[in-house]
């Protein structure tokens, strides 16, 4: 242990600078593989806003972050080299210039050949993620985690960008593989019969919060692993979870996920080709004794347990050559 840290995951929780898991914070991205980045956007919601403040208190949340996961037996930091990116510059005020500087700023990090890791901010920001990435992969596999379809036209007349619109505009404009999305926990009243079919229409396979109750993660894992072949991005609504566990958050519904079965579904995406992956929707001003922003803190670790598995895989397979060429280290020398 360096006594001398001003980062470093060997500081006790209280201390430290939070950055994600105290993990050096800074633009330079030679040598790293797995960056975190900041989406404090929130203009686009439809109910409780405050999901700006969002990554802020995840970050603040990571320092309780040991480093090694008993679960998947892997210390993810023994694996990646993990920075800290700090936060897009937002504009509160235009969505359009907002997702310019995201899909921008998306784009650097990807070149680089790092992975990217994005803490909302409200779903919006996934459409400009996804056009970064698809830019960057092709056509994406997608497993989305929420409460919601988020595939509406519009919510509010004339609008077509909000936060439960970005899956309509993905789907359209051929970011996301028909054949391979996924959308996991969906719930709650709706408006009309026709918005599930029109979800479904657009090329979404739904499995509801009452399908996975009856049936238990396994059972869901098994029914979805085969559509989820090729790059993978995983986007995390954090309503996806029942309010008793993150109450948190703008648009809450009841009847949701525990913790624990978001962690086994998280736990279970192990051996995809894992390219991306956004957090969203934690609402601080709501939360309650700082539970939604720990649960979102360690869906984030399970995530890079995940690519540290991977990357120590690979390392056993090709020792000598480090990660070897996948996806999610295009560039093998920035290793
Ligand atoms: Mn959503
Ligand atoms: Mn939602």
Redesign the pocket.
Known sequence: MNHDSAFGASLQPFMGIPSFMRQPAGRDLSGVDTVILGVPYDSAVSYRSGARFGPRKIRELSLLLWGHNPALDVSPLEHLRLTDYGDVEVIPTSIAQTMGRIASTAAEILASGATLIALGGD?SITLPLLRAHAQRYGPLAVVHL?A?L?TWESEFPGVPYS?GTPFRHALQEGLIRRDAYVQIGIRGPVMARSDYAEARALGAHTITAQAIMEQGIAAVLDEILPHLSGPVYLTL?IDVADPAYAPGTGTPEVGGLTSYQLLQLVRGFRGLDLVGFDLV?VCPPYDCGEITAVLAANLVFEYLSLLALRRSSKAQDNPGVGAGPSRETADPGSR
């Open positions: 779903h929420d919601h988020d936060h609504d929707e």
